[in-house]
């Protein structure tokens, strides 16, 4: 095995209360919090008119609101101990849109939002705060989207995926690239070419971005 020791605990990320536990436990048991990763999430994809309540409730619970509150329980101790660092997971999906995936995007961006939001302030209490936006990642996640609208086809996503990055990134690349990031306080944090372009066109040529999309709506649809 590699150096260090490492627990693992079961946890419901939209449990405030069970969250802000296991924060504090830690700091309890270590006497500090050097990192705090928030980096839960479910995928959602499917045309707008199909989506119900459902899908952004949990969205909106699990992607935005458990970083929020994971990150509320970790700054209460590094702003007292005036060290650590926060880093939030967001996606290529919080700075560009993706058509037939609203509530991902939705609440990605609003993830790149609050982070960058809190960052300004939280640099006077010596905390750092960053958010990670890779490009398309080999995980479970891109294969099993939340509860698929009717009009989902299996497989399709990974499909459209490689259209716009045709290797998908390790883990080990995105995981090691946070770290590098925290490590030198980017703010925002992009892994992988095509994230790095895609953001840059986002900024300079949205109408690239915007034709990019209805297209891959058109695509969706068939």
């Known amino acids: 095995g590699g150096p260090g020791r490492a627990t693992a605990r079961v946890l419901d990320v939209t449990d405030r209360i069970a969250l802000t536990d296991l924060v504090d436990g830690t700091v309890r048991m270590h006497g500090r919090l050097d990192l705090m990763c928030n980096n839960a999430g479910i995928l959602f994809t499917g045309p707008f008119a199909e989506l119900t309540e459902r899908h952004w409730d949990n969205a909106l619970a699990v992607n935005l609101r458990a970083v929020v509150d994971g990150t509320a329980a970790a700054y209460r101790h590094m702003a007292r101990a005036g060290q650590g660092a926060i880093l939030n997971t967001g996606s290529l999906a919080g700075l560009i849109p ?52 009717a009009s989902y ?56 971005i915007e034709v990019g999309n209805r297209v891959h709506a058109w695509r969706s649809s068939r």
Not at 118 to 145: K, N, Q, S, Y
Not at 172 to 187: C, F, I, Q, S, T
């Open 98 to 149: 993706g058509a037939s995936m609203t509530p991902y995007v939705t609440s990605k961006y609003a993830v790149v939002g609050f982070t960058q939001a809190l960052r300004a302030e939280a640099h006077r209490a010596g905390v750092r705060v960053c958010v990670l936006c890779p490009g398309f990642t080999e995980t479970p996640l891109i294969d099993a989207p939340f509860e698929p609208t």
């Open 153 to 208: 086809r299996s497989g399709s996503f990974r499909t459209n995926a490689r259209l716009l990055q045709p290797r998908l990134m390790t883990p080990e690349r995105v995981a090691l690239a946070a770290l590098e990031g925290v490590a030198k306080n980017h703010g925002v944090i992009t892994v992988g070419a095509s994230a790095a372009v895609l953001s840059r066109a986002q900024r300079f040529a949205p109408k690239v």
